[in-house]
């Protein structure tokens, strides 16, 4: 394992690079509540974004400056350069720099040859000039300079020479780290790891940016900690262009839970799925559920064999403890199930099924539904009132007797759909209409309403996401559905399936389920 080096940075660039991903945009209130999420992760730089290009950019800076008070972090202002042919002291970028009031700044330099010829459209000598004036300037400004080598490994493998002419440019006028950047993102590990040992000898603290387009962005990062660097940048949750960054917390727990290194405060790491999370919140871009450590299926298992070895010991088939993140075991329920999947998800939801016979029984059970096209595994309410049938503990709040729902192509006030729902309630019969828009929200309206009376409380749960999949697609009309609804009280949320022959039929089943599980919670619960 190699040794820690004593100092090391974890940056984040979601606020500026992360922010340039498809369809995500930040507004300074989100830059603003990002930023205090991961400080509480404790990251130690937050790169803010370039004050001086865009206004909202500077607006922020001066935001920040007033109202973010960080405990952990740093923030850093982005920049870049000096233009060709103009004093540091005179270009209006650079002292939009200085003026962001960031105790370090991060300034963007070319490093690959044909860049400075096809993009600054300059001499290389020229092009070292910037990065020495820009540097200088920005030093004698109090500031303390990182400085990222844009193309790095692409420039290095073009023409080497002139790449470690730009890193030993910036730490000769005083650059606290160098990072390099895998701009393109088409670096392989071995490739990275490499070019970083070869450019170690310049004799400067090394950062390294890798970008995900190979699929490599966090084992580039991992090759270059491996061959010297002690700076990583990446972002929350992988945002960025194109197939995004590298994924900061990853690298982070990587570095913190395998190679034994304090990258993050003491405790800090547990926050890592709920700043996921959070920033996702913000963003409006969910966390990918297999994404590593703090995805939803990170710590899951299905297939039985698993199972089987968890109930001995957890760690048989899990890399680390999911605490050690903020996140969870997750045992899912399917045909590929076996009884220990029952008896430890039956544990989960608070029921003893060490009885072999009965976790047979249900896993047979389960099986059997599976087959016939139910998903329990993304339906734990359902599976709940199976295991409660099994154990005879289910009450029955309501039968239905009957129902119908007509639906017609003229809109009105009301909607576009009609249903009857009949059921028998303390002895006694509801027929009860409803009219919604489309046959599941008319349904609700019905049975709602013929429960209400008995039931008050059904007037406090609400349907929040409906979906429908459609089973044998090669079946065509005939084929099987499958739908899954969420239903909340306000306070939680349970998730129930249906299957039928039709849309129609297998929402009802899904929405009846919903209603005998939100009974149970209100009034079987709260007896005990």
Request: charged share 20%; glycine share 10%; aromatic share 6%.
């Amino acid at each position: 394992m190699k040794e820690f080096p004593g100092v090391f940075h974890v940056y984040d660039t979601t606020l500026r690079d992360g922010a340039q991903q498809e369809g995500l945009r930040l507004t300074g209130s989100d830059k603003l509540r990002i930023a205090r999420m991961l400080d509480e992760l404790g990251v130690g730089f937050i790169e803010g974004g370039w004050p001086g290009a865009n206004p909202s950019d500077t607006a922020f800076f001066a935001a920040a400056h007033r109202e973010l008070e960080l405990r952990n972090a740093v923030l850093t202002a982005f920049g870049s350069t000096r233009r060709p042919g103009m004093e540091a002291a005179e270009d209006p970028l650079v002292q939009a720099l200085v003026d962001a009031n960031t105790e370090v700044v991060c300034i963007v330099a070319k490093s690959h040859d044909e860049h400075v010829f096809r993009a600054l459209k300059t001499t290389l000598e020229e092009n070292l000039a910037m990065v020495r004036d820009t540097v200088t300037h920005l030093r004698g400004q109090g500031k303390r300079v990182f400085v990222d080598c844009e193309h790095y490994f692409d420039g290095y493998r073009a023409n080497p020479e002139y790449a470690l002419a730009v890193v030993a440019e910036a730490a000769n006028a005083g650059a606290e780290v160098v990072v390099l950047c895998d701009t393109n993102g088409g670096m392989l590990p071995a490739w990275v790891g490499g070019i970083v040992a070869q450019t170690a000898h310049v004799g400067v603290n090394l950062g390294v940016h890798c970008h995900n387009d190979t699929g490599c962005a966090v084992a580039n990062t991992l090759a270059a900690v491996d061959a010297g660097v002690v700076h990583v940048q990446g972002t929350v949750n992988g945002h960025g262009e194109r197939t995004g960054n590298a994924d900061l917390i990853t690298v982070a727990a990587d570095l913190q839970l395998k190679y034994a290194w304090p990258v993050l405060p003491e405790g800090s790491l547990a926050d890592a799925t709920r700043v996921a999370h959070g920033v996702a919140g913000v963003t409006n871009v969910a966390v990918s559920g297999r994404q590593p450590y703090v995805g939803l299926s990170a710590f899951t298992h299905k297939a039985g064999l698993h199972a089987s070895a968890i109930k001995v010991d957890s760690n048989l088939y899990q890399h680390i403890d999911p605490v050690l993140v903020g996140n969870d075991m997750r045992m899912l329920v399917s045909d590929m199930a076996g009884r220990a999947n029952i008896q430890i998800k039956g544990e989960e939801l608070g029921y003893d099924l060490a009885d072999r016979d009965l976790a047979a029984r249900i896993t047979d059970r389960v099986k059997t539904a599976e087959m016939a096209g139910y998903s329990y595994e993304s339906a734990d309410a359902s599976f709940e009132l199976l295991i409660r049938d099994e154990l005879g503990l289910s009450r029955e709040f309501f039968e239905v007797v009957s129902w119908r729902v007509l639906t017609s192509n003229v809109v009105s006030a009301e909607g576009d759909s009609e249903a009857v729902v009949k059921v028998r309630v303390n002895g006694m019969v509801e027929s009860l209409v409803g009219e919604g828009l489309g046959p599941l929200n008319a349904l609700d309206v019905a049975l709602r309403r013929a429960l209400a009376s008995a039931y008050p409380k059904v007037n406090d749960l609400e349907l929040i996401d409906y979906r429908v999949r459609i089973l044998d697609q090669g079946h065509g009309t005939d084929a099987i559905v499958r739908t899954l609804i969420d239903t909340t009280d306000g306070e939680r949320t349970w998730t129930t399936v249906g299957v039928g022959t039709n849309v129609i039929e297998a929402s009802w089943e899904a929405l009846h389920e919903a209603y005998r599980w939100g009974l149970d919670v209100l009034l079987a619960r709260s007896d005990r």
